[in-house]
């Protein structure tokens, strides 16, 4: 099985490409290291099943696999509000281009959609069959509508081209291989903490996540690779805690003598979150076994090992 993984270099692709080279799979890395870095796979470098590409999703590009792990999109709202046209057309010409492809090679494809495809939910917790609540105009809009535009390619390309597309709606996953400077909650929080300043809780921290350890989510998408479901199915940990809830738990792990700093809630800013996993559990016998606690464990040692 010869497989390509989009975004390989990032925080997600590179943990799936550990999955695919255990299991003695041949995988094409291609990024083009916006927020992906080398050091995240250069351990596979000399295995010869192993193959890197620079390159962009944006620009067709020919090879010849079996499947396609298209998850090539910045994920952190701060880098995907940074160049927020690049985010759009990532989205949709990175995944016309990859289906595009998958149609030549006969290639299954799987979809890395989002949470954020239901916006600020008005339903909760989220179900596939929520159709969302999303600001077409919005600073998030790049991206939400940039996944809501890919899915729906996904659904054109099976129905046109009969591809065999999967689509995963994945909610806050945190792990090692974060960037320090992610701008997400829980690499943001760490980093602060071990460098004992406050923590910066946007708004009041009356928001909620539910955060899913990065091992229990790839395991989900392998099992949906291998299965027959087509239709989007959410991933990601049902847990649900507020920011500030969050924070605490970060602060008690590394340091109780540590405070908040509260800022303003950046735009859109969803105030709920949590997936109804029901399908996953029936269809992919899947859910998340991690916790928090260890969850959070663990990245605190990651980020602590490359700060020494
Ligand atoms: P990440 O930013 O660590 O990884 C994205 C990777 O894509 C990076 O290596 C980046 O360099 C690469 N990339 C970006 N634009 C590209 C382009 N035009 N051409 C080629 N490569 C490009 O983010 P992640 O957390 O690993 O997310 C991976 C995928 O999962 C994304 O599609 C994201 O939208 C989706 N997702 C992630 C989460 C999460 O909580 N981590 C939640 C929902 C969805
Ligand atoms: N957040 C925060 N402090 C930070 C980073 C984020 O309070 O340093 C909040 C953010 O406003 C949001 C939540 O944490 O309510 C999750 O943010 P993240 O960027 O991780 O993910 P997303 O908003 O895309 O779910």
Same mark, same amino acid.
């Given at each position: 099985m010869r497989n390509l993984v989009t975004g390989g270099a990032g925080f997600l692709g590179s943990h799936l490409i550990d999955q695919l080279i255990l299991a003695n799979e041949e995988v094409i890395c291609l990024d083009n290291y916006f927020t992906g870095t080398k050091k995240n796979i250069i351990k596979h470098i000399s295995n010869p099943l192993f193959e890197l590409i620079r390159h962009d999703v944006t620009i067709p590009i020919k090879l010849e696999v079996d499947k396609i792990w298209h998850l090539a999109c910045p994920a952190s709202p701060v880098h995907y509000q940074s160049n927020p046209i690049k985010t759009a057309k990532t989205s949709f010409m990175g995944t016309y281009n990859m289906l595009g492809l998958a149609k030549r090679t006969g290639a299954k494809f799987l979809m890395a959609s989002t949470s954020e495809v239901y916006g600020d939910p008005e339903i909760h917790p989220q179900p596939e069959s929520y159709r969302g609540n999303v600001? !077409?105009?919005? !600073?998030?809009a790049c991206y939400d509508e940039g996944k809501r535009i890919a899915e729906t390619l996904c659904f054109d390309y099976r129905r046109m081209h009969n591809v065999d597309t999967k689509i995963v709606r994945i909610f806050n996953t945190y792990g090692p291989r974060m960037l320090p400077n992610d701008g997400r909650v829980i690499s943001n929080f760490i980093v602060n903490a071990l460098q004992g300043k406050p923590l910066n809780i946007y708004g009041n921290g009356t928001q909620t996540r539910s955060f899913c350890y990065v091992d229990d989510l790839i395991l989900g998408l392998i099992k949906l690779m291998d299965s027959n479901i087509n239709t989007p199915i959410n991933l990601g940990n049902p847990s649900e805690f507020t920011i500030k809830e969050l924070a605490l738990k970060i602060i008690n792990l590394i340091n109780p003598s540590l405070g908040f700093i509260y800022k303003e809630l950046p735009e859109d800013d969803p105030l709920q979150r949590k997936p109804v996993i029901e399908m996953a559990n029936k269809k992919l016998l899947w859910e998340p076994k991690i916790s928090l606690e260890i969850g959070l464990e663990n990245t605190i040692e990651y980020f602590k090992k490359i700060n020494s």
């Amino acid at each position: 099985m010869r497989n390509l993984v989009t975004g390989g270099a990032g925080f997600l692709g590179s943990h799936l490409i550990d999955q695919l080279i255990l299991a003695n799979e041949e995988v094409i890395c291609l990024d083009n290291y916006f927020t992906g870095t080398k050091k995240n796979i250069i351990k596979h470098i000399s295995n010869p099943l192993f193959e890197l590409i620079r390159h962009d999703v944006t620009i067709p590009i020919k090879l010849e696999v079996d499947k396609i792990w298209h998850l090539a999109c910045p994920a952190s709202p701060v880098h995907y509000q940074s160049n927020p046209i690049k985010t759009a057309k990532t989205s949709f010409m990175g995944t016309y281009n990859m289906l595009g492809l998958a149609k030549r090679t006969g290639a299954k494809f799987l979809m890395a959609s989002t949470s954020e495809v239901y916006g600020d939910p008005e339903i909760h917790p989220q179900p596939e069959s929520y159709r969302g609540n999303v600001n !077409t105009f919005g !600073t998030r809009a790049c991206y939400d509508e940039g996944k809501r535009i890919a899915e729906t390619l996904c659904f054109d390309y099976r129905r046109m081209h009969n591809v065999d597309t999967k689509i995963v709606r994945i909610f806050n996953t945190y792990g090692p291989r974060m960037l320090p400077n992610d701008g997400r909650v829980i690499s943001n929080f760490i980093v602060n903490a071990l460098q004992g300043k406050p923590l910066n809780i946007y708004g009041n921290g009356t928001q909620t996540r539910s955060f899913c350890y990065v091992d229990d989510l790839i395991l989900g998408l392998i099992k949906l690779m291998d299965s027959n479901i087509n239709t989007p199915i959410n991933l990601g940990n049902p847990s649900e805690f507020t920011i500030k809830e969050l924070a605490l738990k970060i602060i008690n792990l590394i340091n109780p003598s540590l405070g908040f700093i509260y800022k303003e809630l950046p735009e859109d800013d969803p105030l709920q979150r949590k997936p109804v996993i029901e399908m996953a559990n029936k269809k992919l016998l899947w859910e998340p076994k991690i916790s928090l606690e260890i969850g959070l464990e663990n990245t605190i040692e990651y980020f602590k090992k490359i700060n020494s």
